[in-house]
């Protein structure tokens, strides 16, 4: 069974950069044809699709973020990390990390993590 865990801190300062991981049991982030993304939904409003990196290694960002936007990955952890810089409070969101077949969606399947809330306080 696929299974998806973020971790990072609840709570940071503005201007700082937001660091997320998703550990990825139960399959590998290799596998293809899989992209690995990051989803947010602040509070209020919809989901937001982040950005994804595919089984490939390549990365694909969402425009409106691409300028603070980094997903990395880390192969032998089959882990693959979110860093968001210069985060305001508009960032404070709950954070998704997921697997899907297609690059870009935000359509909930059964291989979502729980999500973490990140708050970026005033």
């Known amino acids: 069974q696929v299974q998806l865990q973020e971790s990072g801190p609840g709570l940071v300062k503005p201007s700082q950069t937001l660091s997320l991981t998703c550990t990825v049991s139960?399959?590998?982030?290799?596998?293809?044809?899989?992209?690995w993304m990051w989803i947010r939904q602040p509070p209020g409003k919809e989901l937001e699709w982040m950005g994804a990196?595919?089984?490939?290694?390549?990365?694909y960002y969402s425009p409106s973020l691409k300028s603070r936007t980094s997903i990395s990955r880390d192969t032998s952890k089959n882990q693959f990390t979110l860093q968001l810089s210069s985060v305001t409070p508009e960032d404070t969101a709950v954070y998704y990390c997921?697997?899907?077949?297609?690059?870009?969606?935000?359509?909930?399947?059964?291989?979502w993590g729980q999500g973490t809330q990140v708050t970026v306080p005033s």
């Open positions: 997921a697997r899907h077949t297609s690059v870009m969606t935000t359509t909930r399947n059964n291989y």
């Open positions: 139960g399959d590998s982030i290799t596998t293809k044809y899989y992209y």
């Open positions: 990196i595919a089984y490939s290694g390549n990365t």
